[in-house]
């Protein structure tokens, strides 16, 4: 769930004219929570994904960490990001990890 106040965040703090309002923003979520599966993590499996990565990643990786987990948790055949470099770190995510551009339609 936290990832839908992240969206929500750079979405509405993007310099762009005219910026993405936060009506906008809301909108753009709400086409996010029709298309996709909303996958949380309990408490447990919250500290588990932090915890196996602690040695190795710190600062704002950790919610990379936490989004890998949602894609272990939820089985996801493909995780989308343009953030490549931090997501190919996660062990069995890294087989998964895909930018918008190598995805086809209907794929």
Request: net charge negative; glycine share 10%.
């Amino acid at each position: 769930m936290q990832t839908l106040g992240e969206v929500y965040a750079v979405l509405t703090g993007m310099p762009l004219r005219p910026r993405i309002s936060g009506k906008d923003g809301i909108a753009i979520l709400n086409q996010i929570r029709h298309r996709l599966t909303v996958v949380s993590l309990t408490e447990g499996e919250y500290f588990s994904a932090l915890e196996t990565v602690s040695a190795s990643i710190v600062g704002g990786a950790a919610y990379d960490a936490l989004i890998a987990g949602c894609a272990v948790k939820a089985g996801a055949e493909v995780l989308l990001t343009w953030n490549l470099r931090d997501f190919t770190r996660f062990g069995e995510v890294a087989q998964i990890v895909k930018t918008p551009i190598e995805v086809q339609p209907g794929e």
